[in-house]
């Protein structure tokens, strides 16, 4: 079982069998209800369509840009299937010798990367924006 703990979520992934038969979970760190399943996996896990759950455009749109930029990537995609549903629908496609599961999880860590640069880069500036204005 692999998992790590982030500010505020949860992510494992534990291959259960020696089938393409997947447990994965991605979970607040409040809630124990799983935020994503692999709906699909295909190719010996080269392509891949995981169902995010009470998801929208704005997380689903960074993640796809996020690893659509990884070279070992050939196609990266997500559809909302109905806007009343709160899920949307990643499709990934890799290289040959890659896992799109893999891929994915690349994705999360890279775009949690981002995130955690942009709120440092924020403190910092916020800071100097205070100090500034207390010497004024």
């Given at each position: ?65 996020i690893i659509v930029k990884n070279s070992n990537v050939k196609f990266c995609g997500y559809s909302m ?54 010497n004024i």
């Open positions: 079982m692999l998992s790590f703990k982030t500010t505020d979520i949860l992510f494992g992934i534990s291959n259960t069998s020696l089938s393409t038969n997947l447990v994965i979970t991605f979970m607040s760190s409040t809630s124990n209800s799983s935020r994503f399943e692999v709906v699909e996996l295909t190719n010996d896990g080269q392509c891949a369509i995981i169902s995010l759950k009470d998801e929208d455009h704005t997380l689903a749109n960074a993640l796809r840009y299937p109905h806007p009343n549903d709160n899920q949307c629908l990643i499709q990934i496609q890799t290289n040959a010798g890659f896992k799109a599961i893999d891929v994915f999880e690349k994705g999360l860590r890279d775009l949690m990367d981002v995130f955690q640069h942009m709120k440092h880069v924020f403190h910092k500036k916020h800071e100097e924006f205070v100090s500034n204005k207390n």
